[in-house]
């Protein structure tokens, strides 16, 4: 039995409205490179940091929703190392003393148990330029490097996990999780495809036969939930198979190459930058009154979690849709409006988790400056209540009322997309298809009873999908039973 | 515009004068006499101000600032700094630039990569360092003040070489925004004068609590008050009058200064201080080790000639061995090594701990005493060239180190001469006791026999302009 054992360095840009340190915008995202700068944040001698009361605040919120202690002073350091896109040729960064340690995160596994992943510590830093090499994508083989020092001084929060995740789909269940909460809070975007949220982690398998532990490994460049996941199980099954071969693992770092799904050494941890680490002189330390602690907590919003647990309690919804709908705050409020409003939370839940999300994916749909409303919705209720249009012709109507911004009812009566209730046209229809097709009234006498799909087909094609498919249904029944 | 003293004086000899304008008087003067004592790296004209020296580790917008370094010669500010920009509201321009040792790393400005700085009271000497420029140029009257830094005594040090007035202002009192860090926690700008007038004058147009230095402080510098010495308590540490270092000619100007101010009521404590034995170590444990890390932004992508090495490592390694000088290398390998993670505990850690053991037992003296006085420098300015050995400058600073790393105020004032070169007088108070440090040190200067007609003396030659 192989028991493997995964501990995550996360780094979450935080969305204050300007630098850790300086008062650069703090949302460099896709801007001209070199815009977005001062003598603070490209280090020029003689600048001095000063620290941005807002990422403080902002952190003390992450902090305080992942159940850490605060340390009611903390201070700031430097770490030391060269590299072009650092141009202090230092980070400054919480070493010696957080702001934050000791919390947690409950998320539910992929078997749906409750479990607690500890958080170890909780800092401030900042962020470093970027690169863009010639030709390679990496400095040494490259001809030459852009750089673009505007995400200098961008401010992150360090969140590092105790070793409590016991795979790679908890790894990234554990992601998702603090994802969903970080947004919630308004921390920071979540958005890991856009380097938002990035995360590192070790990784080592105990072999339980042989009470053995392989070396730990760092693995990088994991840009999105999924590649957490397939980088992690990458690596456990590599481990695995050395260990079954009586083998080791380098104690080493280790990079997830996307293309080539799978992971490379990237240096020894001999090799390891010795980063010098001394108290930032630049900076006072950092206190935090008990009244602000008291004021933020009060702040906070109702988290992922809780919110789950209280749509299944509340509205008697599924866990999965809970969940679901639980992960982004827009869309949880939404639910709730809807639900409360139209009182139907599982029909609520049922649009929202398959028309809703399949529009925000495809369509890009803006929830917020949408023209979808509770009103909308039981609009909608009242026309398939009054059978006047079916479930199949709801999705349409709802198309067009977006898309033309009227309510359904409008849209029903505008484009008459009135359900065919004329059962003597139906009759007719069915008549018509019994005559075409005998055989395949034979064959539902004989007992194939799904061949009356077929004749309810007949009456969609002809009524283009307006006759009530329950209606249509009985009176073919009716008919072939004859 | 304030009518602080030195303004008052300036204009006063302007219409005395009827030169044209203050900055060409001092333009003028500078071109003239500059030649002989090399203070300045860079000369500005501003016409329509009242100039001063500006250290060259301090950024000017339109100046250089090159930290005395081949690396940053060609380097233009790229904003200015809190205190340019302060003295600018009193209608104060830089005349120019001042040598410096390079990166303030030394005390005797020899260490400029440009050239050596010369003390103005004999051009063979040495006018003492890291802020030799800005002291020669006081001295030679080619500037009515200038600003200095001051990390381990890079003011007080060539003030008292130089025959003038040096002070380093209570740590937080001056903002270090646009001063090129050496060793973060130590350093301070501070003005050198030619009396304490101008010393309080500066500092209350400079001294600001500056948003964009998170370590400087509110402080109200408050009007020049009277001083009752026969209330002053002063200690002197036997430590430092024992020191076997101590020149005598220097001790016995010391002495009788010493005498004269008990003659005036002053009462002369002589204290222990077992701790300053560690001062020296302390101070080369932790500037260097600040100074290893404010220095590593000059890795050869920015700054200086871009060398053609084919890799990031070879490129920074080549840039930085063939642009620093030996001592701002000596000192960046000694903090590089006393913060490598192996042997942080035993030296940077444990330097820490001394630094606060220091300060507590200073606070303690100063709890019956006013001020602690001790002579500036143990030795009179030496000749250049004359010493070869780092260590023989690193314990000159043995004077003057505490008072950075407790934070406290320090001046140095000139009392008698030996030799013919000036003999400086340290006086340190407790932290952010600025006002009581100007007000008693201003109303000994007229103890002192170098100070006459309201000013201490110029070197002979040196053409008097009040």
């Given at each position: 039995?192989?028991?493997?054992?995964?501990?995550?360095?996360?780094?979450?840009?935080?969305?204050?409205?300007?630098?850790?340190?300086?008062?650069?915008?703090?949302?460099?995202?896709?801007?001209?490179?070199?815009?977005?700068?001062?003598?603070?944040?490209?280090?020029?001698?003689?600048?001095?940091?000063?620290?941005?009361?807002?990422?403080?605040c902002?952190?003390?919120?992450?902090?305080?929703?992942?159940?850490?202690?605060?340390?009611?002073?903390?201070?700031?350091?430097?770490?030391?190392?060269?590299?072009?896109?650092?141009?202090?040729?230092?980070?400054?960064?919480?070493?010696?003393?957080?702001?934050?340690?000791?919390?947690?995160?409950?998320?539910?596994?992929?078997?749906g148990?409750?479990?607690?992943?500890?958080?170890?510590?909780?800092?401030?830093?900042?962020?470093?330029?970027k690169?863009?090499?010639?030709?390679s994508?990496?400095?040494?083989?490259?001809?030459?490097?852009?750089?673009?020092?505007?995400?200098?001084?961008?401010?992150?929060?360090?969140?590092?996990?105790?070793?409590?995740?016991?795979?790679?789909?908890?790894a990234?269940?554990?992601?998702?999780?603090?994802?969903?909460?970080?947004?919630?809070?308004?921390?920071?975007?979540?958005?890991?495809?856009?380097?938002?949220?990035?995360?590192?982690?070790n990784?080592?398998?105990?072999?339980?036969?042989?009470n053995?532990?392989?070396?730990?490994?760092?693995?990088?460049?994991?840009?999105?939930?999924?590649?957490?996941?397939?980088?992690l199980?990458?690596?456990k099954?590599?481990?695995?198979?050395?260990?079954?071969?009586?083998?080791?693992?380098?104690?080493?770092?280790?990079?997830?190459?996307?293309?080539?799904?799978?992971?490379?050494?990237?240096?020894?941890?001999e090799?390891?930058?010795?980063?010098?680490?001394?108290?930032?002189?630049?900076?006072?330390?950092?206190?935090?009154?008990?009244?602000?602690?008291?004021?933020i907590?009060?702040?906070?919003?109702?988290?992922?979690?809780?919110?789950?647990?209280?749509?299944?309690?509340?509205?008697?919804?599924?866990?999965?849709?809970?969940?679901?709908?639980?992960?982004?705050?827009?869309?949880?409020?939404f639910?709730?409006?809807?639900?409360?409003?139209t009182?139907?939370?599982?029909?609520?839940?049922?649009?929202?988790?398959?028309?809703?999300?399949?529009?925000?994916?495809?369509?890009?749909?803006?929830l917020?400056?949408?023209?979808l409303s509770?009103?909308?919705?039981?609009?909608?209720?009242?026309?398939?209540?009054?059978?006047?249009?079916?479930?199949?012709?709801?999705?349409d109507v709802?198309?067009?009322a977006?898309?033309?911004?009227?309510?359904?009812?409008?849209?029903v009566?505008?484009?008459?997309f009135?359900?065919?209730?004329?059962?003597?046209?139906?009759t007719?229809?069915?008549?018509?298809?019994?005559?075409?097709?005998?055989?395949?009234?034979?064959?539902?006498?004989?007992?194939?009873?799904?061949?009356?799909?077929?004749?309810v087909?007949?009456?969609?094609?002809?009524?283009?999908?307006k006759?009530?498919?329950e209606t249509?249904?009985?009176?073919?029944?009716?008919?072939?039973?004859? | 515009?304030?009518?602080?003293?030195?303004?008052?004086?300036?204009?006063?000899?302007?219409?005395?004068?009827?030169?044209?304008?203050?900055?060409?008087?001092?333009?003028?003067?500078?071109?003239?006499?500059?030649?002989?004592?090399?203070?300045?790296l860079?000369?500005?004209?501003y016409?329509?101000?009242?100039?001063?020296?500006?250290?060259?580790?301090?950024l000017?917008?339109?100046?250089?600032?090159?930290?005395?370094?081949?690396?940053?010669?060609?380097y233009?500010?790229?904003?200015?700094?809190?205190?340019?920009?302060?003295?600018?509201?009193?209608?104060?321009?830089?005349?120019?630039?001042?040598n410096?040792?390079?990166?303030?790393?030394?005390?005797?400005?020899?260490?400029?990569?440009?050239?050596?700085?010369?003390?103005?009271?004999?051009?063979?000497?040495?006018?003492?360092?890291?802020s030799?420029?800005?002291?020669?140029?006081?001295?030679?009257?080619?500037?009515?003040?200038?600003?200095?830094s001051?990390?381990?005594?890079?003011?007080?040090l060539?003030?008292?070489m130089?025959?003038?007035?040096?002070?380093?202002?209570?740590?937080?009192?001056?903002?270090?925004?646009?001063?090129?860090?050496?060793?973060?926690?130590?350093?301070?700008?501070?003005?050198?004068?030619?009396?304490?007038?101008?010393?309080?004058?500066?500092?209350?147009?400079?001294?600001?609590?500056?948003?964009?230095?998170?370590?400087?402080?509110?402080?109200?510098?408050?009007?020049l008050?009277?001083?009752?010495?026969?209330?002053?308590?002063i200690a002197?540490?036997?430590?430092?009058?024992?020191?076997?270092?101590?020149?005598?000619?220097?001790?016995?100007?010391?002495?009788?200064?010493?005498?004269?101010?008990?003659?005036?009521?002053?009462?002369?404590?002589?204290?222990?201080?077992?701790?300053?034995?560690?001062?020296?170590?302390?101070?080369?444990?932790?500037?260097?080790?600040?100074?290893?890390?404010?220095?590593?932004?000059?890795?050869?992508?920015?700054?200086?000639?871009?060398?053609?090495?084919?890799n990031?490592?070879?490129?920074?390694?080549?840039?930085?061995?063939?642009?620093?000088?030996?001592?701002?290398?000596?000192?960046?390998?000694?903090?590089?090594?006393?913060?490598?993670?192996?042997?942080?505990?035993?030296?940077?850690?444990?330097?820490?701990k001394?630094?606060?053991?220091?300060?507590?037992?200073i606070?303690?003296?100063?709890?019956?005493?006013?001020?602690?006085?001790?002579?500036?420098?143990?030795?009179?300015?030496?000749?250049?060239?004359?010493?070869?050995?780092?260590?023989?400058?690193?314990?000159?600073?043995?004077?003057?180190?505490?008072?950075?790393?407790?934070?406290?105020?320090?001046?140095?004032?000139?009392?008698?001469?030996?030799?013919?070169?000036?003999?400086?007088?340290?006086?340190?108070?407790?932290?952010?006791?600025?006002?009581?440090l100007?007000?008693?040190?201003?109303?000994i200067?007229?103890?002192?026999?170098?100070?006459?007609?309201?000013?201490?003396?110029?070197?002979?030659?040196?053409?008097?302009?009040?």
């Amino acid at each position: 039995m192989f028991r493997t054992i995964i501990g995550l360095e996360i780094h979450a840009q935080v969305m204050s409205k300007t630098k850790a340190f300086c008062s650069c915008p703090a949302d460099v995202f896709e801007k001209k490179p070199n815009t977005l700068i001062c003598p603070v944040c490209t280090g020029q001698p003689g600048a001095l940091p000063v620290l941005n009361e807002e990422v403080v605040c902002l952190a003390l919120k992450g902090a305080l929703a992942l159940n850490c202690e605060i340390n009611k002073k903390s201070s700031f350091d430097r770490k030391n190392y060269f590299y072009p896109d650092l141009p202090k040729g230092y980070q400054i960064t919480q070493f010696f003393k957080p702001i934050a340690e000791n919390g947690f995160l409950i998320i539910d596994d992929q078997n749906g148990k409750e479990k607690k992943i500890r958080i170890r510590r909780l800092h401030i830093e900042e962020d470093a330029g970027k690169l863009l090499h010639i030709g390679s994508e990496n400095i040494s083989e490259s001809t030459g490097s852009y750089l673009d020092l505007n995400r200098c001084g961008v401010p992150l929060i360090e969140i590092v996990t105790e070793p409590d995740m016991s795979s790679p789909e908890e790894a990234k269940i554990f992601m998702e999780a603090l994802r969903d909460n970080l947004k919630v809070l308004n921390v920071c975007s979540g958005d890991m495809e856009k380097g938002a949220l990035r995360c590192d982690a070790n990784i080592s398998v105990v072999d339980e036969e042989k009470n053995y532990s392989s070396n730990r490994v760092e693995v990088k460049n994991m840009n999105s939930f999924k590649f957490v996941e397939k980088a992690l199980f990458y690596e456990k099954e590599r481990i695995i198979d050395e260990l079954k071969k009586g083998h080791d693992v380098k104690f080493e770092t280790r990079s997830w190459v996307m293309p080539d799904k799978k992971t490379v050494s990237m240096r020894s941890k001999e090799k390891e930058n010795d980063y010098r680490y001394f108290p930032e002189p630049d900076l006072p330390p950092l206190f935090v009154s008990d009244e602000k602690i008291e004021i933020i907590k009060a702040s906070l919003p109702e988290l992922p979690r809780d919110k789950k647990l209280r749509f299944i309690e509340e509205y008697n919804i599924p866990e999965y849709d809970a969940g679901v709908l639980s992960s982004d705050l827009l869309i949880a409020n939404f639910f709730e409006e809807v639900a409360k409003y139209t009182n139907r939370p599982k029909e609520s839940s049922n649009w929202i988790m398959g028309e809703v999300l399949r529009m925000i994916k495809e369509e890009n749909l803006d929830l917020e400056n949408s023209f979808l409303s509770k009103e909308l919705f039981q609009d909608l209720f009242k026309l398939m209540d009054g059978k006047i249009i079916s479930s199949k012709m709801a999705k349409d109507v709802l198309d067009y009322a977006l898309k033309e911004k009227k309510l359904p009812s409008v849209i029903v009566e505008e484009k008459g997309f009135k359900q065919v209730e004329d059962t003597e046209l139906i009759t007719k229809i069915i008549q018509e298809a019994i005559k075409k097709n005998q055989k395949a009234v034979d064959q539902y006498k004989s007992g194939k009873k799904n061949v009356i799909g077929y004749f309810v087909g007949a009456v969609m094609k002809e009524t283009k999908g307006k006759a009530n498919p329950e209606t249509v249904n009985e009176i073919a029944k009716e008919m072939l039973e004859k | 515009m304030s009518e602080n003293f030195l303004n008052k004086k300036i204009r006063e000899m302007e219409r005395v004068n009827k030169k044209g304008d203050i900055f060409s008087f001092f333009f003028n003067r500078t071109k003239k006499y500059d030649e002989k004592v090399k203070a300045f790296l860079e000369i500005l004209n501003y016409k329509e101000a009242i100039p001063y020296g500006l250290k060259d580790n301090i950024l000017c917008i339109g100046a250089k600032t090159t930290c005395g370094s081949q690396l940053l010669k060609n380097y233009n500010s790229t904003y200015d700094a809190t205190v340019v920009e302060n003295l600018r509201k009193y209608g104060f321009e830089p005349l120019g630039k001042t040598n410096m040792d390079e990166f303030a790393m030394g005390s005797s400005t020899e260490n400029s990569s440009f050239f050596p700085t010369r003390n103005p009271w004999n051009t063979e000497r040495i006018p003492g360092g890291s802020s030799g420029g800005s002291a020669a140029a006081v001295a030679s009257g080619l500037v009515p003040f200038a600003l200095g830094s001051d990390t381990g005594g890079s003011i007080r040090l060539p003030a008292a070489m130089c025959g003038i007035v040096g002070y380093k202002p209570s740590y937080g009192l001056v903002s270090r925004y646009g001063l090129v860090a050496f060793g973060s926690s130590l350093d301070q700008i501070g003005p050198f004068t030619r009396c304490i007038e101008d010393t309080h004058s500066v500092i209350k147009m400079i001294a600001s609590k500056d948003e964009k230095d998170s370590t400087s402080e509110n402080f109200e510098i408050k009007d020049l008050a009277t001083t009752d010495l026969k209330k002053i308590r002063i200690a002197i540490p036997r430590e430092m009058v024992d020191y076997e270092g101590l020149d005598e000619g220097v001790k016995e100007s010391f002495y009788l200064f010493v005498e004269e101010l008990e003659k005036n009521g002053v009462k002369i404590n002589y204290v222990n201080i077992p701790s300053l034995k560690y001062v020296i170590a302390t101070y080369y444990l932790i500037a260097p080790g600040e100074a290893s890390s404010n220095l590593s932004r000059f890795d050869g992508v920015r700054y200086g000639k871009r060398n053609d090495k084919s890799n990031y490592e070879d490129m920074v390694n080549l840039f930085r061995d063939s642009g620093f000088g030996i001592e701002v290398k000596r000192r960046i390998l000694l903090g590089t090594f006393t913060l490598s993670s192996a042997y942080y505990d035993a030296y940077y850690r444990k330097a820490l701990k001394v630094r606060r053991i220091i300060k507590k037992e200073i606070d303690k003296i100063f709890e019956n005493n006013d001020f602690i006085i001790n002579p500036t420098s143990p030795v009179i300015a030496p000749y250049l060239n004359q010493i070869t050995d780092p260590l023989t400058y690193y314990l000159m600073d043995y004077y003057t180190i505490s008072a950075n790393l407790i934070g406290a105020p320090a001046i140095s004032l000139p009392i008698k001469r030996v030799e013919n070169m000036p003999v400086g007088l340290h006086i340190m108070s407790k932290r952010f006791m600025d006002n009581e440090l100007l007000s008693f040190a201003n109303r000994i200067q007229n103890l002192s026999p170098s100070f006459k007609n309201g000013f201490f003396e110029l070197p002979d030659g040196g053409e008097k302009y009040v």
